[in-house]
Every structure is written in structure tokens, then in C-alpha cells.
């Protein structure tokens, strides 16, 4: 079975731009989550969703947000790009959201550095 | 509140020792589930294990083992023979009654040949 699949894998962008990153999650996943990883601040949980509905948000601004499709695979855009947004952003799915058992698998990751 | 602390930030070993990576936590629920995650150079976290509140046996895994202990709150990890693909960062993480995964700062592993 294929794991979670991401892309872009890089990306540069500069100060004020938006981005869209794209995560498909493993075949029969139905939850995707997105995580947050810089050196500073370890791993943030950006949001979770799950049925095309966003379950569950972490400590960010709105300027970013996330989307997730009838077929599992979920989006998630950063708006007027700050350089503090330099990081990997890391997509994980599991079978159910929010299950206290339900193990989270993850993609590669998109590596996103603004200048 | 819920928390978990890795204190060791990064370990150092020669190939071939064995190393022991601590994950202490913190919570008030009595049904929980502890996982260990890797993450090598590349960036991808991988699984490597997840245990329940209720589930006090150590697992053994080839070289990995998992020492879980309510009693002190820990969940400690131990490698067996290191080797140079060990070297990570290994992450441990809690999920309990709010049903979000709360992750260890991180213990970064350098096996040297």
C-alpha cells in the first residue's frame, strides 16, 4: 500500500506570496492532520480534517487554513507569507480522526522557505 | 495538563552500544496511548510503536525494546547494537482523552561508525 504522499517537496517563496500544499493520504485513510516543524518550536499541530470537515485547528492565524476533498486528499494554504513560516510542513493520515488509538502515519514532508 | 518531556536533546554513542532514550509524561486520564515515532535525515516520521495505558509489558522488536512503566510515568526506548542507520530523531508522543497527539521535544541520535 502506498504511504502518504506530498508535494511539492520544496519550496521557495518570498515575503508576502501564498502557497498551497497538497497531501494525499494513504488509500482507505479518511483523516488527514498537518503538522508544523521548525527548529524553535518542535512539532505544532496545524489542523486536522476528516469528511471534508475541519476537526480540529492548533494555535496558528487564519492566514492558514486547509481543505480536504471528497476523495481523502486535503490542501493546505499559507496567505501573505512571513519568513517565520519557514519550515517543515508535515501531513500525517489515519483511518479516524481523533481516535486516542488511532496511529498517524506521515508523508515526507514539504520543506517551505520563504525569503 | 497533558506533556511530554524527552530530556535528552541529543545522545552521542559509538556503533555497537546500546543507547536508552527517555520519554517522561504527564497526564490525568487513566486510558492513554504512547507512541515513538523516528525521524531520519530525510524528514519523514516513521511509527515505531504504540502502547496503551493498560498494556504495562515490555515489547522487544530485533533491536528496539520498550521499557513502559506507569509507575514512574516513563516510556523509554532502547536500542540494542546501535548501528549508523539508527541515527534520528526520535520523537515519543502521548494521546489521551483529547485526542490530539502531544509530542516530546525530541531526542536527536548520533551513531558514530
Known amino acids: 500500500k502506498a504511504g502518504v504522499t506530498q508535494t511539492p517537496r520544496y519550496l521557495i517563496k518570498t515575503r508576502g506570496q501564498q502557497v498551497t500544499l497538497s497531501c494525499s493520504p494513504i488509500?482507505?485513510?479518511?483523516?488527514v492532520s498537518w503538522y508544523q516543524q521548525t527548529p524553535g518550536q518542535g512539532l505544532q499541530f496545524l489542523f486536522e480534517?476528516?469528511?471534508?470537515?475541519?476537526?480540529n485547528k492548533g494555535n496558528f492565524p487564519g492566514r492558514f487554513s486547509g481543505r480536504q476533498f471528497s476523495n481523502s486528499r486535503s490542501e493546505m494554504n499559507v496567505s501573505t507569507l512571513e519568513l517565520g513560516d519557514s519550515a517543515l510542513y508535515l501531513c500525517?493520515?489515519?483511518?479516524?480522526?481523533?481516535?486516542?488509538?488511532?496511529?498517524?502515519?506521515f508523508g515526507p514532508g514539504t520543506r517551505l522557505t520563504v525569503l | 495538563a497533558q506533556k511530554v518531556t524527552q530530556a535528552q536533546t541529543e545522545i552521542s554513542v559509538v556503533e555497537k552500544e546500546d543507547v536508552t532514550l527517555d520519554c517522561v509524561y504527564e497526564t490525568r486520564d487513566t486510558t492513554y496511548y504512547l507512541f515513538w515515532y523516528k525521524q531520519p535525515p530525510s524528514g519523514e516520521l516513521v511509527f515505531l510503536i504504540r502502547?496503551?495505558?493498560?498494556d504495562e509489558q515490555n515489547e522487544i522488536s530485533g533491536r528496539y525494546s520498550w521499557n513502559f512503566q506507569k509507575s514512574t510515568s516513563s516510556f523509554n526506548f532502547t536500542i540494542t547494537a546501535s548501528q549508523v542507520v539508527d541515527s534520528a530523531v526520535y520523537f515519543c508522543?502521548?494521546?489521551?482523552?483529547?485526542?490530539?497527539?502531544?509530542w516530546g521535544a525530541g531526542t536527536k541520535l548520533i551513531i558514530k561508525p
Open positions: 508522543a502521548l494521546s489521551d482523552s483529547n485526542y490530539q497527539l502531544i
Open positions: 488509500s482507505g485513510h479518511r483523516s
Open positions: 502502547r496503551n495505558s493498560f
Open positions: 500525517a493520515s489515519s483511518i479516524w480522526p481523533g481516535g486516542m488509538s488511532d496511529t498517524q502515519y
Open positions: 480534517y476528516f469528511s471534508e470537515t475541519q476537526r
